[in-house]
């Protein structure tokens, strides 16, 4: 019941400030804990000190772009739940986003209705297929490219080698059986390399 009650904390990334005073603004009308900042060095001390529930992040920003960040902070938290701003939206954006595991991106502008719902989503209302963080998918398949030892961990121990990654049962039975339809469903569009090592598995598979 204590994690239920907890107040939520957003953190939000933006090198204009007016764009911050407006996300704080929406969501100062909730319970949830507001913090913003212009600085990349700032937000990145922030988000590694601190048990933050959500961020929220610009993509272009003349420190660092978005992209970099979120790869930055998913080092330290894996399990950070990013949105993303932008003024460029594209299926390319997106997909680079939802491989380092951002739930959703919101196009500006936007209104404050647009931006509350996507976050009050993002919090309490996760789709089951991100919120699972299947993401990681994309880095255990480059791992098995890149490392031949860690791709016979995986045929001789199935599962159990991917037990340091959390991820679903469903998601390690994918990777282990070679199942490219469900990871593109529940996942995202596989790179060529990424394909590869799924022949790989599921030819072993047949094997």
Known sequence: MADEQKTKRVLVLDDDQVVLNTCKDILDETEMEVITTTSVEECLDIANSLEVDLFVTDIMMPELNGVEVVRRLRKNKPHLTVIVIT??????????????????????????????????????????????????VFEILDRTADEPDFLDRIYIEGSDALKDYNISREAKAAIVSGDVKWIEKNVGELTEKQMLVLVGMLEREIW
């Open 87 to 136: 003024g460029y939206p594209s299926m390319d954006t997106a997909r680079k986003f939802m491989k380092l595991g951002a739930y959703d991106y919101i196009p500006k502008p936007f209104t404050p209705k647009e931006f509350l719902d996507t976050v009050l989503e993002a919090l309490n209302k996760l789709d089951p297929k991100k919120a699972i963080r299947e993401t990681l």
